[in-house]
């Protein structure tokens, strides 16, 4: 079980690696006290007719530099594979604005070979690589050291049981004819905007019920605070404060700490200080701001004309196509995106790309009335009009 603590051991080993057609990736991190992930430990493994190795890279060790791996990430002869890439490209984005490419996650394209919604690691490993996971160092504090031995197991095995899915997916897409269908996902993680957080847009993930365009200015310019106080100090947003202190006190304009002691809802750390005044200067900025500028809710979704019939008979259309196609019907289209079509928009993600080939066409069709559905045997199908 190798150990890698130095930047020489892990340019050997990238050198090795690069020269293989793909290499399995993973991360252990921590995130409940901070706003950015700690990386904690990188896992690595490759396997062709040469052999197979696999390893892990401890990048607390003193000294390490992870710039051989990067050099890796950039080398477009070698695949890079993850399971559920999202919050290990964004580690690995902040810390050195590098996304690896070429791009394979296992996870997408389970759902895409007929593996289920949100396919989990452990299900793969059950199903394509017949092994059962040791679960009992999945709470472990990753940085904490040394790794015993179990938790080395534990996580190595998250990228030696990975070569097998990998291997067995790529050669069923290739199969079906379904590589692109993948590549086009790989695009939306392979963006970095993706993992861009800009604090200017920070309060559309704020919940509230009130359409005040005032009452939003207040909102945006506290999620504003709120995000930038927690980059910058890299502390939890939740730390600064919570969504429903938010809300609060946007409805009740605080303009003194005197005003802020009086909040329910706010944490007693934030009632005084830098935070405290941030938030006072944030209620100052919303209420500041002119009438023709005030932001506006987003009630496209809302304000829908859904034709409920027609709704329904997408859903029945939906799960009919994506059992042919073996496809997750959540990676064709979501609820919402449903009611939109029913609704007469067009602008939604299921007519587009390879979903408008397994989907998309079929449901236009059937929202213009040019086919219905009938029943064959055990299947549902199209029948034109």
């Excluded at 050198?15 to 904690?40: G, I, N, Q, W």
């Excluded at 897409?173 to 957080?197: H, I, N």
């Excluded at 009452?215 to 709120?226: D, N, P, S, T």
Aim: glycine share 4%.
């Amino acid at each position: 079980m190798k150990r890698i603590t130095t930047t020489d051991a892990l340019a050997a080993f990238c050198a090795e690696a690069a020269k293989r057609p793909y290499v399995t990736v993973d991360t252990e991190f921590l995130r409940e006290r901070t706003y950015y992930s700690k990386l904690c430990l990188v896992q690595l493994a490759y396997q062709d007719e040469a052999g197979a190795d696999a390893v892990l890279v401890d990048p607390l060790a003193d000294g390490l530099s992870l710039d051989p791996l990067y050099a890796l990430f950039e080398d477009h002869g070698c695949v890079k594979v993850f399971h559920a890439a999202r919050q290990d490209l964004e580690i690995f984005y902040v810390d050195a604005g590098v996304i690896p490419e070429p791009l394979f996650d296992t996870q997408v394209a389970a759902m895409v070979c007929g593996f289920g919604e949100q396919a989990g690691y452990e299900t793969l490993v059950r199903k394509i690589a017949k092994a059962d996971l040791d679960k009992s160092s999945r709470f472990t504090d990753w940085s904490r050291r040394p790794l015993t031995d179990a938790q080395a197991k534990y996580a190595l095995a998250d990228v030696t049981h990975l070569r097998d899915i990998y291997e067995y997916l790529s050669a069923r897409l290739a199969k079906s004819g379904r590589v692109k269908w993948v590549a086009e996902e790989m695009a939306v993680l392979e963006d970095p905007a993706t993992y861009q957080a800009n604090p200017d847009d920070a309060w559309k993930r704020v919940k509230t019920r009130t359409q005040s365009g005032r009452f939003l200015a207040i909102v945006r310019e506290l999620a504003r605070f709120r995000e930038i106080h927690a980059q910058e100090r890299n502390v939890p947003r939740n730390r600064v404060f919570k969504d429903d202190a938010m809300v609060e006190l946007a409805s009740t304009k605080p303009q003194s700490e005197q005003d802020l002691g009086r909040s329910r809802l706010l944490l007693r750390e934030a009632r005084k200080g830098d935070i405290a005044a941030g938030i006072i200067a944030s209620v100052k900025a919303g209420l500041a701001v002119k009438p023709e500028d005030l932001p506006k809710a987003d009630n496209s979704r809302a304000k829908l004309q859904v034709n409920p019939a027609l709704a329904d008979m997408l859903r029945v259309l939906l799960k009919a196509k994506t059992d042919d196609a073996e496809v997750a019907p959540k990676l064709i289209a979501t609820s919402a995106d449903l009611d939109a079509l029913a609704a007469g928009q067009r602008d939604v993600v299921a007519l587009k790309g390879w979903r408008r080939e397994v989907f998309g066409n079929d449901a236009l069709q059937l929202c213009e009335g040019q086919v219905g559905l009938a029943v064959k045997g055990q299947k549902v199908v199209t029948v034109t009009l």
